[in-house]
């Protein structure tokens, strides 16, 4: 049988001399006010929230979050489905060139002037929706970071409402 290593306990400050009180200062009770039970003392009577309010913001955020979700993957829908209508839309446009080429005959100069017109409109038909699918996305991310930044504002709007808040007297 293979022979099992004892291991050393770090937290023992027998085994790590930075847990002993007489190497570190942080965990001398007389140097550290954070360890003696003057702390209560420099919180000055500070009254914590409730767990009902902490819990009623956590489920603020949880909304609020789910909301921007929400906006997102509806405008990304949306994106995705203006994407598939130019898709088509380009396809259906570049049978008709193909149709019209074929029913052209065999005059190439004709044909290419008509080539060229067909390649300027779509050059400018393409920035078009570039333009169309960018302003969609930057939309959509806007109303998203509105509904997180209005949660914010009333997240600051909290906080400082319960720090205005007076201590109750005991």
Same mark, same amino acid.
């Given at each position: 049988?293979? /022979?099992?290593?004892? /291991? ?24 550290n006010p954070f ?32 909301? #921007? ?24 446009? #570049? ?15 004709? #044909? ?59």
């Open positions: 049988m293979a /022979q099992q290593k004892s /291991q050393t306990n770090f937290f023992d400050p027998k085994n790590n001399p930075f847990l002993d009180p007489k190497n570190n200062p942080f965990l001398d009770p007389s140097k360890l003696t039970a003057e702390v209560g003392k420099l919180f000055g009577g500070y009254q914590g929230p409730e767990m009902k309010d902490l819990m009623d913001s956590q489920r603020k955020n949880f909304e609020a979050l789910a909301a #921007a979700n929400k906006t997102a993957v509806e405008g990304f829908q949306a994106v995705f489905t203006r994407q598939g209508e130019i898709l088509k839309q380009v396809m259906d446009e #570049a049978n008709a060139m193909l149709q019209s080429m074929n029913a052209s005959g065999g005059k190439p100069d004709a #044909a290419a002037a008509q080539n060229i017109d067909h390649v300027k409109d779509a050059l400018e038909q393409s920035v078009s929706n570039m333009r169309e699918l960018s302003e969609m996305v930057s939309k959509s991310q806007q109303e998203a970071f509105d509904i997180l930044n209005g949660r914010m504002t009333e997240i600051l709007e909290e906080l400082k409402d319960a720090v205005d808040q007076p201590a109750p007297k005991k």
